[in-house]
Each structure stands twice: as C-alpha cells, then as structure tokens.
C-alpha cells in the first residue's frame, strides 16, 4: 500500500511507512516536473526496518508515521526487544521533502544504535517509470557528489538540463557511506535522538520557491500558506455536523492540495498521484463546480489554458488553432517531444467548456478587464468549433482516429466506453452528446455578455447559431423508446444507443427541450441508472454494463454533480436532491470523507450498513470530485449570477436532511456576500447579503 502527499509542483508517493524501495524499478518516488528527484530512502536501525504502527497523511502535504524498531542483535550479543524504540517521522512537502525523525529509548537500560539513511535518485521520466508505450524501466546509476551535511545526485539530461537532489541532514551525519547517512549514539533510557533532513529538487539550479531552513518555521509558513488561501474561499456550513466537518472540510483541503501556482494563477490538477498535472477537461469542470467557492481558480484556469491554446496543425499532439489541451507535462520526454504531452491536445471538449467556463466566469465576477483580456481566446475556441472540431461540416463537434492511446476523447476516454450494443468499439468518427451540449452552452453564454456589452449583432448572430444547433440535435440523437438522447452520432451518422449519463449533460448546459428534459430526468432516475449512491454511467441494461469498468456502469461524483445540477435548470428539485443526498452520502462512508474519482455501480442495499465498493485504482483524491460538494451545495441553494444587476438569486430547496446552509465571505462583483438559508417547516427564509442577494420568483419545498 502507498500513500501520497502533494504541495504545489511537488509530488511524493511512499510507501505507508514512508520509505522508499532501493535498488528497484519502483514508481514510488519525490516527483518535481514529471521526474522522479528521489527513487530510494530507506531508514535502518541496528540494520533492520522498523515496522510500522500507524501513518496518517490526511492533510496532503504533511505526513506522521508512528513506528516501532524490530528485534535485533546489538554488537556485543545482547537482544534488543522488538517494539522497545519509538520510531516518530513527521514530514511535510515544501522546497522538497522535509523529514524530522525522533527515536526514543524505552528500554530500561542503555542502548546502542546505528542509525542508517540511504537514499537514490533515478531521475526517470514520468512515461518511463510508467511504462509508456513500452519505454524501458531500467535505472542507470546516477552519480554522488559529497556537499556540506550530505550528498547530491546530479544528471544531464538528454534535453540538456541539469537536475539535482541535494540530500542534507541536521546536525551533520557521522559518516556518509556512499549513498548512506550513518549516526551512532548510545541512549539512555528515555532518551531521545533527533535529526533533520531536507531533500531538495533543482533544474538547472532552480527549484520552488526556497522556505525557512528551520523545521519548525518551514512547517509554520506552509500552515500560514494553507490558512491564507482558505480565507479567500466562501465558507459554508450547515445544520449538518457531519458534513461540514468531513465532506465540506475534506473537500476544501483536497482542492487546495492539487492546486498548483503558476504565473497564470491558480490551476487545479487532476488527480494524486499520478495526474497531479494540468488537465484541461478536468481543470475546467472543476474550476466551474468551484465558481461560488473560489472564483480565483476559474481565472487562473483559464489563463494558464488561453496561454496554450492551439496555433497550427500538429498530427503528432494534435494541437490545432484555437484547441485547448487536454494535458500538460513538464518532464525530459515531453521536452524532447518524445511523448506528445509538451502538451498534448487529444480531447474533444475541453475547447467548448472554455469557453462555456469563460462566459460563466464573467457572469459570476463582473470583471470587464478579464472579459477584455481572454475574450479573444474564448472566439477562436468557438471557431475551433465550427471548423477543426467539424471537420465534415454536419454541424457537430467529432473526432476521429488519433496517433495516441486514446481512442475516445470525451470524458470517457476508455477504449470500450462507446459501444454498440453488440459489444463492437463504435465507429468513428463520433459526435458525443454531450460535446454538443457544451457547443450551445458555449454560444448562449458568450452571447449573453455580449448583449450586455452592447455588441447585438454579435449576440444575435451566436444565439441563431446555438437554436440551430438545438433544432439538429434534437432531431438526431432523441431516441423516442428510451426517453433519451443517445451518447453518440457514429461514424455512419447513426445512434450509438446506449443510456448514459452522458445525457444528463445536456439538461446541464440547457441544450435539452423542456418536455424531454423531464422524460431524461425519469430515465436517469430509473433502477437500471440509479444505482442508489448515484447515477451510473452506463444503463444496467446495456450489452456492455459492468460495474466494476471504469466507464460502463461505474459511478462518477462529478458526473453527478452535473447532472444534479441540470435538473435543478429544468424545475426537478426532487429529483436533483435525490442524486445529492446519495453523493453526500457516499461520501461520509468513505475514509476521511473523501470521495475517490469514481466507484462502482453496485445497486445500494438498504437493509445492510454498506458503503460503494471501490474501484480498484481511483485516483484519490481528484480534483472534480473534491468538486462535488460545492457544486451541490450552489444546487441546494439554487444560486445563479444575475450579472446586469450585479447580484446573486438564490432559489433554494432544502431537502428534510437540512435545515440549514450559511455562505459567508462568497465573492461576486467586487463584494463579500454573506447570507443564511433556513427551513422551519414548509417554508424557506433567506437573510442577509443586502442588495447582493435577491429572491427567485419561485419557492420549492422538498
């Protein structure tokens, strides 16, 4: 079992004790740029391992692992009891790894130890430590250097930049053998011996930021780092104890664990620990989930995508003008194009949702100097539409046949995840349901801000080009015996027909008509979609449902949340707050309240106190799925933005779980808006927030 810790750029996955493998082709490592800076760390006393007792790493980037010596023969013949040396790790990721290891005696006489530290860099790439289409897994031995209080591992890479591991240690080691750190001392009972490491990743110098070299002030300053971010988040609470101190807290501290800083602003990475990168599908969704949380994520999202954003025809990554990418490495393979994430471009809606995200930004914030700035980026996404990502000019967004691993380029990217229903992949190229829903909602929203901004003709002329858009989609993909739109158009134009959640995405960007947005609404809620901890993927009626797949019948938190979400769009409130409760309820069975980046599809048994069975290989925690609970909760409380006034309208719908949601400090429109929802009964209060906050027209009590 691993556990994994993060902290902006840095990465570190060890094993539960905290070490890490020598002399093996391990994935475990310190990770800085896609580069595995540490391959190796082994603690030895009196030659042995201790074993571990206990580890905790909830908070992401700090980590303490509780161990305990193993039986040894000491030099002069005496027995040294197993658990008789308290063995304390405290670390945390900061400029790199800061370690501070405590070993107390608790035995009743006096103790010898030898206290032993190896360490090893391989400094693989990502890909190759991965296994990425065959690259080999061999490690070269990697030189040692002696420097003040430790050792550096230093490599030239074949893109020619130089990468260093400085491995230094407080108060200095008695000896350093090689690649080992040895300290003797004799302990007496009760007595404790300390030491400090900080293992430190550069690139040709350079590395994150430099923190205070005292341990205790590092740590500090981190704390202090977490604290101030968090009070430029909207705090929510409610009557609910439970899910404010587990959901709602873990969700905040995992979000701003996969945060990382660029010159851009902040961006949300995808996933711990192996896509802890820039995702453009993944940043975008859940920058929108975290909208009425922290608009800041949404801006630096943006930015960072409009900087990459597609100048020319690449076959290789698949960079067109005007695509946004789908993700980002940073590591030798990609610099040296190798791999084709420098980055890679392979996905089919992540250029639709920026600008579906940029318009929703500008109605939430009211910042006419962003609008201005990346305008220009959101056009050239919506030409990318209407060209490149319609290559055959049938009016939809497709994609094809690619060079890369991915055959699919939605959201389920699976191989298998667009089926027919004899089983056979699909043929391309393929026309996604939802693709085409973030098309309108793109167009509708950049319209409505440039009505507001005065320009008519412009708003006019993208509101016919989304009706037309509508007026096709529902003649093609509504499948009149389902009660559903389909997941795809194939290669041939025809109807992938399966029943997916996929459908539910367009009662979110608001594509659906009326009347069969309620008959979807039933389909989605039905026994063979509804598995009770959510909607599945897939229908448990489809040839190709399993679920236990990553795709076919799974269930996404995200997903959910989206479709929560577009219910609430088209009135069924009932409906959304089912889908809710079943994610909040998840949530607070899984460990630490987290919820992983999808779980199986199991239908839930009331009569037992189970849980969703896990899939396998989730990534925890994920960034739209730590997403969740805010995009819920702006649900719950029907907020939308009301940018001509510069307000916010709440509509809210408490189920009889909740009585109560407070938001305070909820930045919009150069403000701080703090207000309270109540239900006493069947009626719904909503106080506070001035002129900011105003009433729907509508009540709904659930």
Known sequence: MSVSMKEDVLVLVSEDDGSLPIGATSALGLYYHDTQFLSGFALRINGQPPALLSANTEQNYVGAFQLANRRATLDDGAILPSQSLSVRRTRFLVDGLRERVGILNCNPGRVRLRIELEFDASFRDMFAVRGYRGLPTTVEVTPVEAIPNGIRFERLGRDGVRRTTDVTMRPAPDQVEGRTFVLERELAPQEIVTYELAIVPREDGSGVAPAPRDFDEALDALNARYRRFMRTCADYSTSS??????????????????????????????????????????GLIAAYQTLAWNPDIARGTLRLLARYQGTKVDAFTEEQPGKIFHELRRGELARLGEVPHRPYYGTVDATPLFAMLFAETVKWTGDRAFWRELLPAAERAITWCDTFGDADHDGYIEYGASPSDLRNHGWKDSANSLSDPNGEPSAL???????????????????????????????????????????????????????????????????????????????????????????????????????????????????????????????????????????????????????????????????????????????????????????????????????MVFLCLRSLLGLEPDLERRRIVVDPALPVWLDRIEVQHLRAYDSLISFRVRRSGRSVTVTGGGSRVARASTQVIV
């Open 241 to 282: 104890e439970s899910l404010d101190d587990e959901l709602i807290l873990r969700s905040a501290l995992d979000l701003r664990a996969l945060i990382d800083v660029e010159d851009t602003g902040l961006f949300v990475t995808a996933g711990i620990p192996w896509y802890a990168v820039p995702f453009g599908r993944d």
């Open 429 to 627: 190229p393929a026309a996604l349901v939802e693709a085409q829903a973030y098309v309108y909602a793109a167009k509708r929203g950049l319209a409505d801000l440039y009505a507001l901004d005065g320009e008519a003709e412009r708003a006019a002329k993208l509101r016919a080009e989304a009706a037309a858009l509508a007026e096709r989609f529902e003649r093609d993909f509504w499948m009149e015996n389902e009660g559903c739109y389909a997941q795809a158009l194939d290669g041939n134009k025809k109807q992938v027909p399966a029943v997916t959640s996929n459908a539910g995405h367009a009662l979110w960007a608001g594509i659906a008509r009326p009347d069969r947005a309620r008959r979807v609404v039933e389909r989605l809620m039905a026994p063979d979609m509804f598995s009770g901890w959510g909607v599945r993927t897939l229908s448990s009626t489809y040839p190709t449902y399993n679920p236990m797949s990553y795709h076919n019948g799974s269930v996404w938190p995200h997903d959910n949340s989206l479709i929560a979400q577009g219910f609430v769009r088209y009135g069924f409130r009932v409906e959304a707050n089912a889908i809710i409760e079943a994610l909040m309820e998840a949530g607070k069975r899984f460990p630490n309240a987290r919820l992983p980046e999808l779980f199986c599809g199991f239908q839930r048994d009331l009569r037992f106190s189970s849980r969703p069975a896990d899939y396998l290989v989730s990534c925890i925690p994920q960034a739209w799925s730590a997403g």
